[in-house]
């Protein structure tokens, strides 16, 4: 006797809490202030460089 593979399909509350949730963090990403970062290319980092840092500019190839 086979036995065949059940897949439960979420409820109708369980799929719109999801897609509550990510509309809710979609609205945080567009209105809270996200702190600027660093941004690095090919080991620099570019818009000044930091002296105590400066070793990771350094190829290990």
Same mark, same amino acid.
């Given at each position: 006797?086979?036995?065949?593979?059940?897949?439960?399909?979420?409820?109708?509350?369980?799929r719109r809490r999801a897609i509550a949730l @990510?509309?809710? $963090?979609? %609205?945080? =990403?567009?209105?809270?202030?996200?702190?600027?970062?660093?941004?690095?290319?090919?080991?620099?980092?570019?818009?000044? @460089?930091?002296? $105590?840092? %400066?070793? =990771?500019?350094?190829?290990?190839?």
């Amino acid at each position: 006797m086979e036995s065949s593979t059940v897949t439960r399909m979420p409820s109708r509350h369980e799929r719109r809490r999801a897609i509550a949730l @990510t509309m809710a $963090a979609r %609205r945080r =990403l567009e209105t809270e202030l996200r702190p600027g970062g660093r941004v690095w290319i090919n080991g620099r980092e570019v818009d000044g @460089t930091k002296p $105590a840092l %400066r070793h =990771l500019a350094r190829s290990h190839d």
